[in-house]
Nanobody
Framework: QVLLVESGGGLVQAGGSLRLSCAAS????????MAWFRQAPGKERELVAH???????YYTDSVKGRFTISRDMYKNTVYLQMNSLKPEDTAVYYC??????????????WGQGTQVTVSS
């Protein structure tokens, strides 16, 4: 059974930092692109960051320079370091995996999500 389990969410003041983790199990994800999505209340889910199996990264414009995605192939874990957080970053953050390295398209596996709340 493939599982993606997120952790690290919580409540933080604006300007603060959080580090999200996503532990993957049930298969090897070395050939999978990994991504973080988020969904705020009343809004559509959006792609926040993506990292390919080769370590190439993509970020949505609103988080460039503040968020960093990384992955540890040996631990089958992907991270999202979030700095200079803003109230508009408040959302449920989801980890996702997709075979291959294209950023777009349907993702194969999803985590259950972790809440991030940024207070002003």
């Amino acid at each position: 059974q493939v599982l993606l389990v997120e952790s690290g969410g919580g409540l933080v003041q604006a300007g603060g930092s959080l580090r999200l983790s996503c532990a993957a199990s049930g298969r090897t994800f070395s050939n999978y692109g990994m991504a973080w999505f988020r969904q705020a209340p009343g809004k559509e889910r959006e792609l926040v960051a993506h990292i390919s199996s080769g370590g190439f990264t993509y970020y949505t414009d609103s988080v460039k320079g503040r968020f960093t995605i990384s992955r540890d192939m040996y631990k089958n874990t992907v991270y999202l370091q979030m700095n200079s957080l803003k109230p508009e970053d408040t959302a449920v953050y989801y980890c996702a995996a997709k075979y291959g390295n294209r950023v777009s398209g349907a993702y194969d596996y999803w985590g259950q999500g972790t809440q991030v709340t940024v207070s002003s």
